[in-house]
């Protein structure tokens, strides 16, 4: 009997981890059905918390369901809970752009947008001289819901104020030189 015992135990010792989980999931509340989350590695809209697992719906239309032991063992991410996000835009212009300029033509294009909530409200910063563009970070707050909208537009108003204001958008490039031997010559 206590062989039996051990090896039912062995047995169960995922699903009663899995159980437990559960119910700590179910007490703590650290998500409820429909928040966007990641959990478990995985990263999904919550569709049912049950006792033994979770089952998250992917922007992708995969139905993922994850043991509870596998969510409540490592880092959760609620995207949706304060029911707002911050979004950062990456934008680079040419060397030689008025800097002052470019902020001001970015802000008040992004400021204008109905998505962009005014409190916090968006803000720009100079992140960068890369090799080819100077690089800003345009960061604007949305609610959860218009999050991916919001970025989208952001991006196409910085793209075309910045073209309305003739301030050029690079692309990478490399210069090559090339030294000449006057000897072979």
């Known amino acids: 009997f206590a062989s039996a015992g051990l090896a039912i135990g062995l047995a169960l010792q995922g699903s009663l981890a899995n159980f437990a989980a559960g119910v700590m999931i179910l007490f703590f509340r650290p998500f409820n059905i429909g928040d966007l989350v990641t959990a478990g590695g995985v990263s999904g809209f919550v569709q049912d918390i049950g006792l033994f697992a979770t089952t998250l719906h992917t922007p992708d239309n995969d139905t993922i369901i994850v043991g509870n032991s596998s969510v409540t063992g490592g880092n959760i991410v609620n995207y949706t809970a304060l029911g707002t996000r911050r979004g950062a835009v990456a934008v680079g212009v040419a060397y030689g752009a008025d800097l002052a300029k470019t902020k001001q033509v970015i802000l008040d294009a992004v400021g204008k947008l ?31 819901d218009d999050y991916l909208a919001m970025l989208d537009a952001v991006r196409t108003a910085c793209y075309d104020a910045l073209n309305a204001e003739g301030i050029e958008i690079p692309f990478d490039q490399v210069v090559v030189h090339m030294e000449r031997d006057d000897a072979a010559a």
């Open 114 to 144: 109905p998505m962009v909530l005014d409190d916090p409200a968006p803000a720009i910063a100079f992140v960068d001289m890369a090799a080819s563009s100077l690089n800003f970070s345009v960061m604007c707050w949305s609610t959860s």
